[in-house]
C-alpha cells in the first residue's frame, strides 16, 4: 500500500500535484492522480534539439518579392527560434518552425544569419547567408555564381560550359 506521504513526496518531486494531497483522499486514487500527472509531464516534454537544417546555406532574395516559405528539416522539439542578427527588413522566422517567409523590402549584399532553435533541453544553430537584390529581368544570369530559383536556376557554377554537372542553362546535367 502506498502512503499519501511517500506519494506526495514523490510528486512533489517531479511535478506539482495539488489534486494528490488531500488528508481524506484514498491511496489507489492518489496512485492514478499521479500516474496521470506523470503522462502529462512526459507528453509535455521537449525532445533534445539534435539538427537543424535548411536545403541551403545561401539563398538569394529579390526585393518587394515574396520568397518561398524556406522550412528547415529539425529533429527536436523546437520552443523558439531565433536569428541573429535580425533577417532582413521585410523577412520572418516563425517560432515554432524556424520557417523564413515575408517578403525583403531592403537590397543587401550577402549576410551572414546564425538560426538558433532552443528547447528546456539544448539548443541547435545553423548558419545562412542571405543576398537580396533589386529584381529586374536580367538579374539572373547563368554563370554568374549565384543559383536563382526564382528563374529555374538548379546549380550555377559560375561559367556556362555543358558537361561539368551544370549545364550552359544553369540545370544540374
Given at each position: 500500500?502506498?502512503?499519501?506521504?511517500?506519494?506526495?513526496?514523490?510528486?512533489?518531486?517531479?511535478?506539482?500535484c495539488d489534486q494528490i494531497t488531500s488528508d481524506n483522499s484514498n491511496d489507489n486514487d492518489n496512485v492514478t492522480n499521479l500516474?496521470?500527472?506523470?503522462?502529462?509531464?512526459?507528453?509535455?516534454?521537449?525532445?533534445?534539439?539534435?539538427?537543424?537544417?535548411?536545403?541551403?546555406?545561401?539563398?538569394?532574395?529579390?526585393?518587394?518579392?515574396?520568397?518561398?516559405?524556406?522550412?528547415?528539416?529539425?529533429?527536436?522539439?523546437?520552443?523558439?527560434?531565433?536569428?541573429?542578427?535580425?533577417?532582413?527588413?521585410?523577412?520572418?522566422?516563425?517560432?515554432?518552425?524556424?520557417?523564413?517567409?515575408?517578403?525583403?523590402?531592403?537590397?543587401?549584399?550577402?549576410?551572414?544569419?546564425?538560426?538558433?532553435?532552443?528547447?528546456?533541453?539544448?539548443?541547435?544553430?545553423?548558419?545562412?547567408?542571405?543576398?537580396?537584390?533589386?529584381?529586374?529581368?536580367?538579374?539572373?544570369?547563368?554563370?554568374?555564381?549565384?543559383?536563382?530559383?526564382?528563374?529555374?536556376?538548379?546549380?550555377?557554377?559560375?561559367?556556362?560550359?555543358?558537361?561539368?554537372?551544370?549545364?550552359?542553362?544553369?540545370?544540374?546535367?
Amino acid at each position: 500500500m502506498v502512503t499519501i506521504s511517500i506519494v506526495t513526496a514523490v510528486c512533489f518531486s517531479i511535478i506539482s500535484c495539488d489534486q494528490i494531497t488531500s488528508d481524506n483522499s484514498n491511496d489507489n486514487d492518489n496512485v492514478t492522480n499521479l500516474i496521470a500527472l506523470l503522462a502529462i509531464q512526459q507528453a509535455n516534454t521537449p525532445t533534445p534539439l539534435t539538427s537543424l537544417t535548411y536545403g541551403s546555406s545561401a539563398y538569394l532574395y529579390y526585393r518587394n518579392n515574396a520568397i518561398t516559405t524556406n522550412t528547415p528539416t529539425v529533429i527536436g522539439t523546437i520552443q523558439s527560434c531565433a536569428s541573429t542578427p535580425n533577417l532582413p527588413a521585410g523577412l520572418v522566422i516563425n517560432n515554432s518552425t524556424c520557417a523564413l517567409t515575408g517578403t525583403p523590402t531592403t537590397v543587401q549584399g550577402s549576410t551572414s544569419y546564425t538560426v538558433t532553435a532552443t528547447n528546456s533541453l539544448s539548443n541547435k544553430s545553423t548558419s545562412l547567408a542571405i543576398r537580396v537584390k533589386n529584381f529586374t529581368l536580367v538579374s539572373a544570369l547563368c554563370g554568374d555564381g549565384e543559383i536563382d530559383t526564382f528563374f529555374g536556376e538548379t546549380c550555377d557554377d559560375g561559367n556556362t560550359t555543358n558537361s561539368d554537372g551544370c549545364s550552359n542553362t544553369c540545370r544540374i546535367e
